[in-house]
């Protein structure tokens, strides 16, 4: 049976940054390539990093140079930094690996 449970979201300001963590079960993690996603009500599920089994990311035009995908094979996590956080990064995050969702977390960024 297949999990992923998210886990760090919350509240912050402007400028601020929290780490998202991931932690999967039930996959072969290390052949895995992890995924997160966000959703804003009214706006369609956006893509917001990815990171591969050999190690290899990619980022959302949006979010380069604020954010860091990494893993931890080991212990099966995937994270999410997120820095100089902005209000228009206000989302549930969601992690993916295809075909299998975790429940997301909440961020908002507010003054």
């Known amino acids: 049976q297949v999990r992923l449970v998210e886990s760090g979201g919350g509240l912050v300001q402007p400028g601020g940054s929290l780490r998202l963590s991931c932690a999967a079960s039930?996959?072969?993690?290390?052949?895995?390539?992890m995924y997160w996603y966000r959703q804003t009500p009214g706006k369609e599920r956006e893509l917001v990093a990815a990171?591969?089994?050999?190690?290899?990311?990619n980022y959302a035009d949006s979010v380069k140079g604020r954010f860091i995908i990494s893993r931890d094979n080991a212990k099966n996590t995937v994270y999410l930094q997120m820095n100089s956080l902005k209000p228009e990064d206000t989302a549930h995050y969601y992690c993916?690996?295809?075909?299998?969702w975790g429940q997301g977390t909440q961020v908002t960024v507010s003054s």
């Open positions: 993916f690996t295809p075909p299998y």
């Open positions: 039930g996959i072969i993690f290390s052949a895995n390539g």
């Open positions: 990171i591969f089994s050999r190690g290899s990311t």
